[in-house]
Structure formats: C-alpha cells, structure tokens
C-alpha cells in the first residue's frame, strides 16, 4: 500500500541508516539489519463458490530473530506491496526489541480484499496460506497474528491448518486467536490501549491533564476503536474519526465538535471498522472529506490507518493546536514529514514503540499457551501496562538526555538491542 510514490521500505531503510550513522554502527552489522533475511513469495490456488479457482499471492517476509522466533501479522489488502512488508517487518524487529520481548520480526499479507470473499472462500485462503508457509513457520521459527483486515477467526483457521498438517496441538503456532481457542484475554484491546498508555505518559511529560484535550483518530478498525475506547474513558474528547468506505470507494471523517459518543459509533461500524454514515448523520455527526481528520484543531492527533498518511502535503493542514502526534497505525509519517514535526516541536510517540502493545500481549499470548495456563484480563492489561509504561520512558528518557528526535532515540534501544543479539550468536 504506497501513497503517492512514497515507499515504505526506503522509509524504514532510511530511518534505519540514520540512526546507524548516529550509533556508528559496524558496517557488517549495518548490511545485515538493513534488509530482511528470509523473503517468501507464493501462490495460494483457492477453489471459488462458483467453481472456479482463482490464484493469490501470499507474503511472509522474516526480517530477523536474532532475539527469538519472527513474529508479526498477516495483512488481507487488494493494494498491499513486497515492499510494504518488507518495511512492516523491519518495524517488528525493531518493536519486539523496544518492548524488550524475546521475539524478533515478520510480516505477511496476501492481496486479496476480504470484502468479496465468502465466509468459506476466506478460511480456504487462510488454510492455502498455511499450507504453502507451514514448513517456514511456526512456534520456534515465526509466529503471524492479525493486522489489517485479518481477524481471530482467520488466525484459528490457519492454526487448525496447521496442526492438520504437522499432526499434534501447537497453540504457539499463531496468536490473536479467539479466547477459549488459545487466545489471550486483553490481545483485542492491547494495541489500541497500548497506544493510550503512551498517551498518558507522554501527556505526563508535558504537564497536560488528558481530560483537558481533545483528539483526532484516522481509522476505527480493532487499533483505533480500543484507543477510543481508553482515551475516552480517561475524560479525553473525540472530536472526529475518519474511515474507509469500500462501497464509496472513499474515506470520510465523521465529526462532532463536543465530542463523539465511541459505543454509540461503536455500534454502527462494520466489522471492517467503516461507519454507516446514513446512522451517523442520524447521530448528529458531520460528515466531511476523508482527509479532514488530520485538520481539527485538537491537542492530539492519531493516525491508526494505514501508513503514508501524514505528508508534506497532509501536514500543512494540522492546527496549530496540535501538541502529540501517537501513531498507531505503522509507518504513517513519511521521512520529509518528520522533519516538519521535529521544527514545530510536536511530540511524537513514533510507530514501533506507541503500537507495540499488539504484539507484547501476543507475546504474553504464547507464554500462556506454553503454560496451557491462563492469567485474567486485569493480569494481563497490568502486565501490558507495565512493558508498555517503562519502554516509554526508557525511549523519553534518551530523547531528552541525548537530544534525540522520540523516534530516533527508540531506533537507538532497539538497534542496539537486536545489535548485540546478532553479534553474541556470531552471525556477523
Ligand atoms: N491490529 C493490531 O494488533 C495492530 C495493528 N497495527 C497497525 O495499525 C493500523 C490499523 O490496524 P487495524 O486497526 O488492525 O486494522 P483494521 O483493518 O482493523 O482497521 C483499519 C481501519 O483503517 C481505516 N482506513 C483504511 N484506509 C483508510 C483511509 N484512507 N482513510 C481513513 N481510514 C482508513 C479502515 O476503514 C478501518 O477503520 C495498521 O497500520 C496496522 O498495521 C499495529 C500494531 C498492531
Ligand atoms: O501481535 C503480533 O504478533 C503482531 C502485531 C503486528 O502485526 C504489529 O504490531 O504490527
């Protein structure tokens, strides 16, 4: 998914060289991180309900597990590229480090838009996807999770599959499974709480009561509907949400200045995160242009869609109001646009850090399924809070001390860490 020519994977490797440059890091080390080290391209025949069979492409990409097995979602997406998963792995690598959880990165997708795909058709193409990744994949090699447009009913699919094939339970296989099938209390609500939690803290920094603000969300799909969720609970506004209609074949922001009521437009999304905008005008919301949910005067900006999203172009519309930008989404911000947020001092909780909650409760995931033990949903948000809270800091904290952009000095933890990994296994 490239916006405008921007490229995801010259924007992960360019963030990548910069802080190399700045840790003054081994040359060898350097080419090894840069790019990914296992890329799998496939394709996935599917038998059709009308009897035809039609032939997908299907994506896993590992990029590092220096610190442990891959580990990563799988994106369903009509416009998804190599080069997009390519970047998304690179980012897993780095998150899993930043979290200090002993996983390393990979990402997968398969281009297909789950909208015109039956129920049957879709668990045919999770079950093809495992059947052409399985010997690549599973509980100590690499672990996929949902992302974009894949939910727990796909996860379980393709975990059956998998057990079908290598005979035996491996509840370790895949996480984001449903819970009572292996899931984890809390995984459905921890990337969008997670992304709160950085909220909260990086509001602490600035001496800002969240119940004073006021934010703006693109996206209301699993990240951004939970992030919602949370930061309202805490007292914070949402003024304005923004979407995509498949059947417009547009996004459209929905506003309400005193505040949008999250259930109530909780309840009128589909379960691909687009609102019906014939119930939301009988909410009382405005419905204006997609791109407007990046242009409200709000304290709090955050991107949970898709990546590319803020631009040169895109920035030039956000208020003067704004202070904190939390990405939620992975890779929202391009490489110009950092510098725009850099001169006008908003503080950014970048990408790998703020959306790393996802895949720390995944991780928490697995350590039940080894147990076959599971803990409660308040031990286990504790637990999300706790990782989520101390790798702020330990990112802030280095920010401030060095003099670092928030996610420049994120790269230089998790590089560091993934670094020192590859070298005491001798691998360069
Ligand atoms: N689900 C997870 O646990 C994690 C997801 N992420 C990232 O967060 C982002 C969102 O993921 P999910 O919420 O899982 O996906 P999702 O598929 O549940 O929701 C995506 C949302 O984005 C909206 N959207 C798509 N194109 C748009 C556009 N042009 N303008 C406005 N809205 C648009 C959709 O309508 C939907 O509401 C992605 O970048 C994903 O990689 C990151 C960490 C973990
Ligand atoms: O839960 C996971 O393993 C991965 C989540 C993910 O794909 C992400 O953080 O971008």
Redesign the pocket.
């Known amino acids: 998914m490239t916006e405008k020519g921007y490229n995801p994977y010259i924007t992960a490797q360019t963030q990548f060289d910069n802080v190399a440059d700045i840790i003054g890091l081994d040359q060898s080390v350097r080419e090894f991180l840069r790019q990914p080290s296992h890329e799998y391209h496939f394709t996935i025949p599917v038998k059709m309900d009308d009897g035809t069979t039609k032939v997908f492409n299907g994506y896993r990409i590992q990029h590092n597990d220096a610190r442990g097995p891959a580990k990563g979602?799988i994106?369903f997406h009509p416009h998804e590229t190599i080069d997009t998963i390519r970047a998304?792995s690179m980012w897993m690598t780095w998150k899993c480090a930043v979290v200090d959880i002993p996983l390393g990165g990979g990402k997968g997708g398969i281009i297909c838009d789950p909208h015109n795909l039956s129920k049957g058709e879709q668990e045919r193409l999770c079950r093809g996807f495992v059947r052409q990744l399985g010997r690549n994949m599973g509980p100590v090699i690499d672990i996929p999770?949902?992302?974009?447009?894949t939910n727990g009913q796909h996860m379980l699919w393709m975990m059956d599959e998998y057990e079908v094939i290598f005979g035996g339970r491996y509840p370790g296989v895949i996480t984001g499974k449903p819970v009572g099938m292996g899931g984890s209390l809390g995984r459905t609500e921890?990337?969008g709480y997670g992304v709160i939690y950085t909220l909260r803290e990086a509001l602490k920094t600035l001496n800002v009561d969240i119940t004073s603000t006021t934010a703006s969300i693109?996206?209301?799909?699993?990240?951004?509907e939970y992030a919602a969720r949370l930061y309202t609970s805490m007292g914070g506004k949402v003024i304005a949400i923004?979407?995509?209609d498949q059947q417009d074949n547009k996004?459209y922001t929905f506003r309400n200045s005193n505040g949008l009521d999250i259930e109530q437009m909780v309840s009128i999304k589909d379960s691909?995160?687009?609102i019906d905008k014939y119930k939301a005008q009988e909410l009382g919301c405005e419905i204006l242009d997609?791109g407007e949910w990046i242009a409200q005067d709000v304290d709090i900006l955050l991107p949970?869609?898709?990546?590319n999203q803020i631009t040169p172009e895109t920035f030039a519309k956000i208020s003067q109001q704004v202070k904190i930008i939390c990405e939620?989404?992975?890779g929202p911000t391009t490489l110009e646009s950092d510098e725009l947020i850099k001169a006008r001092n908003i503080y950014l909780v970048p990408d790998f850090l703020c959306?790393a909650g996802?895949?720390t409760c995944s991780y928490f995931e697995q350590v039940q399924c080894n147990m076959n033990y599971f803990w409660t949903k308040e031990e286990v948000l504790e637990k999300l809070d706790d990782k989520m809270t101390a790798a702020f800091w330990a990112v802030h904290k280095l920010a401030q001390d060095k003099n670092l952009y928030m996610r420049d000095a994120a790269y230089v933890i998790a590089i560091n860490r993934v670094a020192k990994a590859v070298k005491l296994r001798g691998w360069v």
């Not at 999770?145 to 447009?149: E, F, L, N, R, T």
């Not at 693109?218 to 951004?224: D, K, L, P, S």
Request: with cysteine; proline share 3%.
């Open positions: 979602g994106r998304l999770a949902p992302d974009v447009m921890a990337t693109q996206g209301f799909g699993n990240v951004a923004s979407c995509w996004a691909f995160g687009t997609g949970c869609a898709l990546e939620g989404a992975n959306n996802g895949v």
